[in-house]
């Protein structure tokens, strides 16, 4: 597609619960970034992909957080048992070059 | 670890003057990128400008220019003639040039607003 696609755009989920957040990134880009931006926060690195493999995953905050790029494209970054902390937006980027980046919208994820 | 610092959370500009915007960073390395980034409601994060640090001159696009002092740590952002669609958050992003991991780190940024 012509930019980063992310979906849901917005997700309302209750404590406890299981979510996936997916990022369809730009064709051919084989450099895929997750980060996690809070409330008049700037983003926060959580895990980065070259093609399939996660080449860096130090910034997930603890295991209840997984991604995964199968097939070297699309993106899941899934949260298991939800809490309240988890709420934010969620941003996807990719790249070509690891130089040039191109932003998604994001998922803004609330867990009541 | 590198650190990227924006002071002011808050800048208020009349439409057509300018603003700068200030931005601060701490690294060890003495090779790397910078970048501004905006952020509208649309929540996308948008390229303003990009510099690289081993260029000595400021890099400009269109309207934003950068002052990039090096030995201060120092990378500010000038709007010239600043339009009311320049009202967003920007962020100051860094960017190392060693190692495997090309993540971008970013300041906590700033909330421009543009007065009619």
């Known amino acids: 597609g012509a930019g980063v696609s992310q979906t849901p755009s917005n997700k309302v989920t209750e404590k406890g619960k299981y979510v996936e957040l997916r990022c369809d990134p730009i064709?051919?880009?084989?450099?895929l970034y997750w980060y996690r931006q809070s409330l008049g926060q700037g983003p926060e690195f959580l895990i980065y992909?070259?093609?399939?493999?996660?080449?860096?995953d130090s910034g997930l905050p603890n295991d209840r957080f997984f991604a995964v790029r199968p097939e070297g494209s699309v993106s899941t970054l899934k949260i298991q048992r939800t809490e309240r902390g988890d709420s934010a937006v969620y941003l996807c980027?990719?790249?070509?070059?690891?130089?040039?980046?191109?932003f998604g919208s994001g998922t803004r994820l609330t867990v009541v | 670890a590198q650190t990227v610092t924006q002071s002011q959370p808050e800048m208020s500009v009349q439409e057509a003057e300018t603003v700068t915007l200030s931005c601060t960073y701490d690294t060890s390395e003495s090779d790397y990128y910078l970048f501004w980034y905006k952020q509208p409601p649309s929540r996308q994060m948008i390229l303003v400008i990009r510099q690289e640090a081993y260029k000595q001159q400021n890099a400009t696009e269109n309207r934003f220019s950068v002052n990039f002092q090096k030995a201060a740590k120092s990378f500010s952002l000038k709007i010239s003639d600043s339009q009311l669609g320049d009202a967003a958050m920007y962020f100051c992003?860094?960017?190392?040039?060693?190692?495997?991991?090309?993540?971008?780190?970013f300041g906590k940024g700033i909330t421009l607003s543009v007065r009619p």
């Open positions: 064709s051919g880009h084989t450099a």
């Open positions: 992003a860094y960017r190392s040039v060693t190692g495997a991991n090309s993540k971008l780190t």
């Open positions: 980027a990719s790249s070509s070059d690891g130089y040039g980046y191109t």
């Open positions: 992909f070259q093609g399939t493999g996660a080449a860096d």
